[in-house]
């Protein structure tokens, strides 16, 4: 008798992002027949307040955050996955009112870097203003590795414009606007560069330094497999 339980899926932040989480779920799965590939629910949330504009507004983030982890447990869901980094500002409050596990993606970007980085490495990180400033990277990769983000310069002109352009589907420009930040963190001595925001992963398609990269949603995505079959 097959049970039914499934992988919740809250996404919507943004829907690019979420759908290329999906995309890369199905892209593990290759070559499985239909009844073969993973049960899941993608939550679109695509109304919860934008996150790094509403870090001091923590409440009213948390609680759109947590209607959306509401439905997906009602719904069969053996446990959450939140395919956006700055959501995770707000994870251990999630985590403390939600009773199914939610998989931790900057944790398990954090194991999947400790197997393939040495120890002390430098580490690039390319993400949102609101990841960086809530430090929720930091607290895993400091003890072991040397985060480093863009100046500033870079992040503005060159970070934050991919992942808008992302947002609103100008994938074209996104992908030609974020070369000089990775080609900044390379010359800064970064080994690996994580993608610490979901839409970055869309930016850098197809780039040359992909090797380079700790895709967070690609990451999250074989965390969730492993976490599925095990269930």
């Not at 983030?61 to 947590?66: A, E, H, I, T, Y």
Request: charged share 25%; hydrophobic share 40%.
């Amino acid at each position: 008798e097959f049970k039914l339980f499934m992988i919740g899926i809250l996404g919507g932040m943004g829907t690019h992002a979420g759908i290329d989480f999906c995309n890369k779920l199905a892209m593990l799965n290759q070559g499985k027949i239909d009844q073969k590939q993973p049960l899941f629910i993608l939550y679109n949330k695509s109304d919860v307040p934008a996150r790094t504009e509403n870090l001091n507004k923590y409440n009213k983030v948390l609680s759109s955050l947590l209607k959306g982890c509401y439905l997906l447990q009602k719904n069969n869901c053996k446990f959450i996955v939140i395919p956006c980094n700055t959501a995770h500002h707000w994870y251990d409050d999630l985590n403390k009112k939600i009773k199914i596990p939610i998989i931790s993606m900057p944790k398990e970007v954090y194991k999947n870097c400790k197997k393939t980085c040495k120890k002390k490495s430098k580490i690039g990180i390319l993400a949102t203003e609101g990841t960086l400033k809530t430090e929720i990277y930091n607290k895993f990769f400091d003890k072991d590795f040397i985060l480093i983000k863009p100046i500033k310069s870079f992040q503005r002109k060159n970070v934050d414009q991919a992942i808008k352009y992302v947002k609103i589907g100008k994938i074209k420009k996104a992908q030609g606007i974020i070369k000089p930040a990775i080609k900044h963190l390379i010359k800064k001595g970064c080994k690996k560069i994580i993608l610490g925001c979901t839409e970055i992963p869309i930016a850098v398609k197809d780039q040359k330094f992909s090797k380079n990269f700790l895709d967070s949603n690609l990451i999250l995505a074989e965390a969730s497999m492993r976490k599925y079959l095990t269930i």
